[in-house]
């Protein structure tokens, strides 16, 4: 990489009514050129692509619904649609993010390719816009920026600003395989949310005070040029989904529970946080009111928030989005709309279905299948949902990690 002297002044008026502290360059770090690495693309036609077809035919949904491929992305994770709903960025756990752009409006992507390819990301599973533009993408101990990323992607090269440089997310000796993919979103009060899994099935009491200090096992709070961090949700596993609430902005999110304990416990979980600083429960509680074997003899020292919805044990629910169309019928309005990702340790699987939380005026919620399939009858996975976006006309798009694919559900009479 090498300084992009000339971009600091374009990058000045990107920035532009933001906040002051986003626009002082010192704090934000040098705006730097990525490279000019050519793109890898993704063709979109071939075996595959029917394949994936044939499999979305054994996929059950209410009537008036249909499910149909959108895209074949590899890897696909977290999505985001930016704000002009031109282009969807893809996350992976790999080292790529992809833009899928579907140019004649046709609903079927017609363009897929890598978003700046000489840049090395490291799980770049999170990816988030703010509503005026701006692309965030957490990595596993990194947060960078990327102004009008939606405009800009053609290019193999952007400007990339690091809001939490690298190796500062979290300390470098809690780096891990396991439970690394960030999900960002940002919030009603224009601020980062990131959750941070903690990388143990059951952490240690030994690392009680630095997590909590950190925010490893919960969802961390910060401005947009990284500044003003703070842990805003505690006791959590590994969150890897979570939303704000159209009307109440409450934050909403998803967590995978313990392992090892059996098939049947314990649940997984959908929860409600009314407000900053609210504990959740682990690792006193290794889902819903089942204490872990690690913690069984003590006594819980926080008050805690018991789950909004408990879900079926070990289905890893991931992705979800609150739903704001006008595609759906009125009673989908402002319900939460997740992904399974499947069991991978149960006897007999489950999972594998994108799911839907209905909430009720008292704030209960209720939750239950909306589409499966991804099943077959030999207990075999022909897919594994991650994450369930909007699209600008209200059709849902759903992620799937294991068929390197992105389908869209859309509803008529």
């Known amino acids: 990489m090498k300084y992009l002297i000339g971009a600091v002044t374009t990058a000045c008026t990107l920035m532009a009514g933001v906040s002051s502290a986003q626009t002082n360059l010192e704090k934000l770090g040098a705006f730097k050129v990525t490279g000019t690495k050519e793109h890898t693309v993704v063709e979109q036609d071939g075996k595959s692509a029917d394949s994936l077809r044939k499999v ?34 893809v996350g992976t756990k790999k080292n790529k993010v992809w833009a899928v ?23 770049p599973n999170g990816v988030a816009f703010s509503r005026d533009g701006f692309l965030f993408i957490a990595e596993r101990n990194r947060v960078m920026m990327y102004p009008a990323a939606e405009f800009f992607h053609e290019s193999p ?36 949310y990131i959750s941070l899994g903690q990388p143990f099935n059951v952490f240690p009491p030994e690392k009680m005070d630095l997590y909590k200090e950190t925010g490893i096992g919960g969802i961390i709070r910060m401005n947009r040029d990284g500044t003003d961090r703070e842990v805003y949700t505690y006791g959590v596993r590994n969150s890897v989904g979570h939303d704000f609430h159209p009307v109440t902005g409450e934050l909403w999110w998803t967590d995978n529970q313990v392992d090892g304990m059996g098939d049947d416990i314990p649940p997984g979980e959908i929860n409600r946080q009314t ?139």
């Open 275 to 413: 407000e900053m600083g609210q504990h959740f429960g682990f690792p006193w509680y290794g889902g819903g009111s089942v204490r872990t074997t690690e913690y069984e003899g003590q006594e819980v020292p926080v008050d805690v928030v018991m789950p909004a919805s408990e879900t079926i044990a070990h289905a890893a629910d991931l992705g979800m989005s609150f739903y704001t169309g006008n595609m759906f019928p009125e009673k989908y309005r402002n319900a939460i709309f997740s992904a399974q990702h499947g069991s991978w340790n149960r006897t007999t699987p489950v999972g594998a279905r994108v799911m839907v939380t209905f909430i009720d005026e008292e704030g209960t919620a209720t939750t239950e299948p909306f589409a499966e399939g991804w099943i077959d009858e030999n207990g075999e996975y022909d897919g594994r949902p991650v994450d369930v976006v909007q699209m600008k006309d209200g059709s849902l798009l759903v992620s799937d990690d294991f068929a390197n694919a992105i389908y869209r559900i859309s509803y008529s009479e």
């Open 56 to 89: 979305l035919e054994g996929i059950s949904l209410p009537p008036g619904f249909k499910i149909e491929l959108y895209a074949l992305v590899p890897d696909a994770r977290h999505m985001a649609m930016a704000p002009q709903g031109t282009v969807l960025f």
């Open 157 to 192: 090269d952007v400007v990339a600003v690091p809001i939490v440089p690298q190796g500062t997310l979290i300390p470098v000796e809690e780096e891990s395989y396991n439970h690394t993919a960030r999900v960002i979103k940002v919030g009603p009060d224009d601020k980062l």
């Open 101 to 123: 752009m579907d140019r004649d409006r046709d609903r079927v992507a017609d363009e897929v390719k890598d978003f700046a390819p000489s840049l090395e990301l490291d799980v």
